[in-house]
Structures are given as C-alpha cells and as structure tokens.
C-alpha cells in the first residue's frame, strides 16, 4: 500500500491508496475471505478519506492529481468495485 503525506496548517494528513496491494499479488492471486474483506475495507477507507479530503482541503486533491469529478466517481462507486 502507498502511503501518502500532506501537510496543512490543520496539521498533517495520511493519505493511503488502497491498490497498491492489489498490483503486487492481492486479488490478482488466490483470494481469501479475509484478504477480500480487508481489501473491501481499505476501499471503504480509502473512498472516505477521499471525500473528506475534497471537502475539507480541495487544493490537496488537486495536489495528489485527481479533479473534482474523478474524486465523484470514485466515492460513489461501491466497496466492491475496484
């Protein structure tokens, strides 16, 4: 998993990208239940700290290269979906 960093005058922000696992052998090998739901769970994360991150400090989305309307379709997507 990547994990990125920002820092802001309301102090620092953890960043994760949750496919980064996936590439290097999650769901592209034998998945198991627990390795599933941990994935589904890194999504539903992932998907809200992307949505706080557009409300909150909209310069720091721009800043890791998405606009307003990747952030959108990648929120409403469910957890299931990559």
Known sequence: MHIFSFTTGAGRH???????????????????????VETWN????????????????????????LNARQVEDEVAKPFWRK
């Open 14 to 36: 953890w960043f994760a990208h949750p496919w980064a696992s996936e590439v290097h052998g999650g769901l592209d090998g034998p998945a198991t239940t627990g390795s599933l």
């Open 42 to 65: 890194r999504r539903i994360h992932y998907r809200e700290e992307l949505a706080r991150l557009s409300k909150d400090g909209p310069e720091l989305i721009q800043d890791i290269g």
